[in-house]
T-cell receptor
Framework: AQSVTQLGSHVSVSEGALVLLRCNYS??????LFWYVQYPNQGLQLLLK??????LVKGINGFEAEFKKSETSFHLTKPSAHMSDAAEYFC????????????FGAGTRLFVKA | EPEVTQTPSHQVTQMGQEVILRCVPI?????FYWYRQILGQKVEFLVS????????KSEIFDDQFSVERPDGSNFTLKIRSTKLEDSAMYFC???????????FGSGTRLTVV
């Protein structure tokens, strides 16, 4: 069965600094991996997805993530944080066969300081 | 851009009452899901629905819960007899492929009193 662990429930960065949100996954078959963002009082929005093509995936709003099979990781990065990036970020995994269920990590709240 | 629409945005109900949460998925999507998020906690999978039947469900999705796609456009979640612990934000999602990523609605905040 698949699972996702997000390291750090809260991350705080200064505006303009690098954003790094960590995600490790567990899956018995090749996974499909996703990052979603949730702004206050809104639903989840897909940021980017890894579906076994390129290991470095670019998403919306300048975010990208790298799939590292050897480390079972899929960390989310952005070179320069904006105030508007403040939100909750969820890593998620779907198993590659019959993936009718996507499991979400506990989430990491990103704070951006001026 | 196509959206998943959920109604109502807020619902308050008395314990023991039945509630129906409604969703209109994106029209050409084939896979439908319900998730819930208790305040301050993680997003939990409830059920997936494909080809007019439940594909997978979690332990949370017990006999009190049911889903239906009554008319080819709506997708509903019914809770037969609500409990206090059912209070949560309920999200509907749809996708064109099971591994493509989901489009989520804005959620229904259910409060059971």
């Amino acid at each position: 069965a698949q699972s996702v662990t997000q390291l750090g429930s809260h991350v705080s960065v200064s505006e303009g600094a690098l954003v790094l949100l960590r995600c490790n996954y567990s899956s018995s078959v090749p996974p499909y991996l996703f990052w979603y963002v949730q702004y206050p009082n809104q639903g989840l929005q897909l940021l980017l997805k890894y579906t076994s093509a390129a290991t470095l995936v670019k998403g919306i709003n300048g975010f990208e993530a790298e799939f590292k099979k050897s480390e079972t990781s899929f960390h989310l990065t952005k070179p320069s944080a904006h105030m508007s990036d403040a939100a909750e970020y969820f890593c998620a995994v779907t198993e590659g066969t019959g993936g009718f269920k996507t499991i979400f990590g506990a989430g990491t709240r990103l704070f951006v300081k001026a | 851009e196509p959206e998943v629409t959920q109604t109502p945005s807020h619902q308050v109900t008395q314990m023991g009452q039945e509630v129906i949460l409604r969703c209109v998925p994106i029209s050409n999507h084939l896979y439908f899901y319900w998730y819930r998020q208790i305040l301050g906690q993680k997003v939990e999978f409830l059920v997936s629905f494909y080809n007019n039947e439940i594909s997978e469900k979690s332990e949370i999705f017990d006999d009190q819960f049911s889903v239906e796609r009554p008319d080819g456009s709506n997708f509903t979640l019914k809770i037969r007899s609500t409990k206090l612990e059912d209070s949560a934000m309920y999200f509907c999602a749809s996708s064109s492929s099971e591994n493509y990523g989901y489009t989520f609605g804005s959620g229904t905040r259910l409060t059971v009193v």
